[in-house]
């Protein structure tokens, strides 16, 4: 997430953990929406870069740390599961 900030980090990161949390069916609370949020900005990030895919701006940053965190929520389903 370039350019946004640590503010829009934070903001991003909460909005996108929330999205997640809904789209997912799970219930956190808002620190667990952030972390969320901010693991999924960094994993859909590192997922963007490799795909060679561009993103910018608050829309971008957020479509793509909601893609992230919704996988991060995916990915801990499975690990919990077992």
Do not use: Y
């Not at 997912?24 to 693991?39: A, E, F, I, P, Q």
């Not at 960094?42 to 996988?71: D, E």
């Amino acid at each position: 997430m370039q350019g946004v900030g640590i503010i829009g980090w934070i903001v991003i990161g909460i909005a996108a953990g929330f999205v997640a949390e809904k789209v997912m069916k799970r219930d956190h609370g808002l620190l667990t929406n952030l972390l969320v949020g901010v693991v999924g900005a960094l994993l859909g990030g590192w997922i963007a870069s490799l795909l060679n895919i561009g993103f910018g701006g608050w829309i971008g940053s957020f479509v793509v740390a909601t893609i992230g965190a919704i996988i991060l929520l995916f990915l801990l389903g499975m690990i919990k599961r077992r």
